[in-house]
């Protein structure tokens, strides 16, 4: 099984910080992703990228950027954040664009 | 934008029950996953439909993806409190046979079964 890890289970920031979340995968997959779950509102894409260095958005990327610099490894940036940033963010990785997905435990960030 | 809805948003049941949980939509989807979460983790695909019509079993887990793909539903047998979760749905966008991989995921079904 694919083992996705995230650099923290649980962040606290202040508005206006620049804030990254860290995701590493193991599986050697090319595709991988950010979603943001909210009550109510299921898993909505922030960005994905299908290849090193590629990068796609998703459904809700504003205020976030993205750095894949490595196969393994797919960051999220928050430039400058914001409260309505709080969120559990999930990243995950698959095989193929059609392939199940492999999450991660999840960060929940809290901006104050 | 894909639309996925989820009913119902609550299921609160007895150990030893029968639940059905559906996904409908009014787009066309490639393929449909179900996935399970647990509180404090991320969701763990529980399996991938891929044909109209198709029916898969996973112990006391039924999931049937519509001929028209377009819904689908989860169906348990003699629910246990093991069961408690979050189920979501996700759909995987068509474009005319060429798949973008954006997964819509459904706002998702909290179940709890009470010993």
């Known amino acids: 099984d694919v083992k996705v890890t995230q650099s923290s289970r649980y962040l606290v920031k202040r508005t206006g910080e620049k804030v990254f979340l860290e995701c590493v995968q193991d599986?050697?997959?090319?595709?991988m992703f950010w979603y943001r779950q909210d009550p109510g509102l299921g898993l909505r894409l922030i960005y994905f990228s299908y290849d090193v260095k590629m990068k796609e958005k998703g459904d809700i990327p504003e205020g976030y950027s993205v750095s894949r610099e490595k196969k393994e490894r797919f960051s999220l940036i928050l430039e400058s954040a914001s409260t309505n940033q709080t969120s559990m963010y999930l990243c995950?990785?698959?095989?193929?664009?059609?392939?199940?997905?492999?999450f991660g435990p999840g960060t929940r960030l809290t901006v104050l | 934008t894909q639309l996925l809805e989820q009913s119902p948003q609550f299921l609160s049941i007895q150990e030893g029950e029968n639940l059905t949980v559906y996904c409908n939509s009014s787009?066309?989807?490639?393929?449909l996953q179900w996935y399970r979460q647990e509180p404090g983790e991320g969701p763990v695909l529980l399996v991938t439909?891929?044909?109209?019509?198709e029916v898969k079993k996973l112990k006391r887990l039924t999931f049937q993806f519509g001929d028209a793909r377009k819904d689908s539903s989860l169906h348990i047998t003699a629910a246990q409190p093991g069961d408690t979760g979050l189920y979501l749905c996700a759909g995987d966008a068509w474009a005319g046979g060429t798949s973008y991989g954006k997964l819509t995921f459904g706002q998702g079904t909290i179940l709890t079964v009470h010993p």
């Open positions: 439909v891929v044909t109209g019509g």
């Open positions: 995950a990785s698959s095989l193929t664009g059609l392939s199940g997905r492999g």
């Open positions: 599986m050697d997959h090319e595709n």
């Open positions: 787009s066309v989807f490639s393929s």
